[in-house]
Nanobody
Framework: QVQLVESGGGLVQPGGSLRLSCAAS????????MGWYRQAPGKQRELVAM???????NYVDSVKGRFTIPRDKAKNTVYLQMNSLKTEDKAIYYC??????????????WGQGTQVTVSS
């Protein structure tokens, strides 16, 4: 019902920047929050950043001051602006959208994942 298409991953050197995008399409009504998760080898998936429909944001401590999650409501797109990248940021990044339907609960939709590699 909701499709999330990610783009923008790639290879950068430490200290570099990348900008990921996540475009939502389909039945996008009732999406209450969108965010980015990442999963590195040998680690559990963690929430990196999120933005609510009202515009409030949250970030995991390890990326505060380096990452932001801008959004373009007209394009139904959220971004993950990653600056001052570290080798520890290497992971597959997944876009997430949470949809809330009264009397039916909440549903999560996921992008296909995009690889971010930080290496010298």
């Amino acid at each position: 019902q909701v499709q999330l298409v990610e783009s923008g991953g790639g290879l950068v050197q430490p200290g570099g920047s990348l900008r990921l995008s996540c475009a939502a399409s389909g039945s996008i009504f009732n999406i209450v929050v969108m965010g980015w998760y990442r999963q590195a080898p040998g680690k559990q998936r963690e929430l990196v950043a999120m933005v609510s429909s009202g515009g409030s944001t949250n970030y995991v401590d390890s990326v505060k001051g380096r990452f932001t999650i801008p959004r373009d409501k007209a394009k139904n797109t959220v971004y993950l602006q990653m600056n001052s990248l570290k080798t520890e940021d290497k992971a597959i990044y997944y876009c997430n959208a949470r949809k809330r339907l009264q009397f039916y609960g909440e549903y999560d939709y996921w992008g296909q994942g995009t690889q971010v590699t930080v290496s010298s």
